[in-house]
């Protein structure tokens, strides 16, 4: 069982740049394809970005392509979300979580495993 660990989260002002982190223990890292949601106070969780188990693979929202890059390293067991030219509206909880399989993760129902969740806060 994956169990993915999110780290980076802070404030930041319109137009900065943070990385989120996203550490997974338990588990084969590598079986599992990975993504990025974000649910912000009163909306539901929306996917932001994926990836398949070797990172060849990656798929983004419309809403953060361009600005945000996922990426993963499987010696580190770890998966990454450089987050670039950061909105007011990119304020959310950021959680990561792990693919029922080695398919680039691209939308809830393909998860299986969730982190708790990192707060991410830009400021106009």
């Known amino acids: 069982q994956v169990r993915p660990v999110e780290s980076g989260g802070g404030l930041v002002q319109a137009g900065g740049s943070l990385r989120l982190s996203c550490a997974a223990s338990?588990?084969?890292?590598?079986?599992?394809?990975m993504g990025w949601f974000r649910q912000a106070p009163g909306k539901e969780r929306e996917f932001v970005a994926g990836t398949n188990w070797s990172g060849g693979s990656t798929r983004y929202a419309d809403s953060v392509k361009g600005r945000f890059t996922i990426s993963r390293d499987n010696a580190k067991n770890t998966v990454y979300l450089q987050m670039n030219s950061l909105k007011p509206e990119d304020t959310a909880v950021y959680y990561c979580?792990?693919?029922?399989?080695?398919?680039?993760?691209?939308?809830?129902?393909?998860?299986?495993?969730w982190g708790k969740g990192t707060l991410v806060t830009v400021s106009s």
């Open positions: 338990g588990g084969t890292f590598s079986m599992h394809g």
């Open positions: 979580a792990a693919g029922r399989n080695t398919g680039t993760v691209i939308d809830t129902a393909g998860v299986a495993f």
